[in-house]
């Protein structure tokens, strides 16, 4: 079965600091990887994809296979970065999502 | 499309009483899912349905939990009798023809007493 692992529950760095959360997957297949992030009162919205490997407001992640790894990376962390993200793995026919518990970013002035 | 849309945005009921929550998908969307976001457990999917069927209702924690669909633009989960350790936030997500994006609801946040 997949498993998808966000060891941090809570991240708090300073703005203009770079800024990493982690994320763990196990997955027999072939992974999709995704990155959502919930803003304080507002709906999960999707942040990116491994397969488009763009960056997002400034946001990065790299997919990597060896090390069963979907890393989130920004150079320079902003204040209105502060938010909820969660990793998630799609699988099965409908492609559902499997999520990680979640990481809550804090980024400090 | 004004998104996925979810009714009410919160509840507050009492143990015993039976909780609906309702979402209504983006149209055209053929796929509908139901999570529920816990401070323990983070997003846990709940039950799917592809063209208003049920397809995997694994992630349905008790027979106290139920789920419909009766068209593509409705589908209710329904919690009978509620218990305390329900309170959550119950979310809907709907995808278009298993394209990869899911669009969330706002949630219902749901406190049992």
């Known amino acids: 079965a997949q498993r998808v692992t966000q060891p941090e529950k809570l991240l708090s760095v300073f703005k203009g600091a770079p800024v990493e959360l982690k994320c763990n997957y196990s997955?027999?297949?072939?992974?999709?990887l995704f990155w959502y992030v919930q803003y304080s009162r507002q709906r999960l919205q999707l942040l990116l994809r491994?397969?488009s490997r763009e960056s997002i407001k400034g946001f990065t992640a790299d997919l990597n296979k060896g090390e069963t790894s979907f890393h989130l990376k920004k150079p320079f962390a902003q204040e209105e970065d502060s938010a909820m993200y969660y990793c998630?793995?799609?699988?099965?026919?409908?492609?559902?999502?499997?999520f990680g518990s979640g990481t809550q970013l804090t980024v400090l002035p | 499309d004004a998104g996925v849309i979810q009714s009410p945005r919160h509840e507050v009921t009492e143990m015993g009483q039976e909780v609906t929550l309702r979402c209504k998908p983006i149209?055209?969307?053929?796929?509908l899912f139901w999570y529920r976001q816990t401070m323990m457990r983070g997003l846990e999917l709940l039950i799917y349905?592809?063209?208003?069927?049920?397809?995997?209702d694994s992630g349905m924690p008790e027979d106290r939990f139920s789920a419909k669909m009766p068209n593509a633009s409705f589908s209710t989960l329904k919690i009978q009798p509620s218990e305390p350790r329900d309170s959550a936030v119950y979310f809907c997500?709907?995808?278009?023809?298993?394209?990869?994006?899911?669009?969330f609801g706002q949630g219902t946040r749901l406190t049992v007493v």
């Open positions: 997500a709907s995808t278009r023809d298993r394209a990869t994006e899911a669009f």
């Open positions: 997955y027999s297949g072939s992974p999709e």
């Open positions: 491994h397969i």
């Open positions: 998630a793995l799609s699988s099965g026919s409908a492609r559902q999502l499997t």
């Open positions: 149209s055209g969307h053929d796929y």
């Open positions: 349905f592809n063209n208003n069927v049920p397809i995997d």
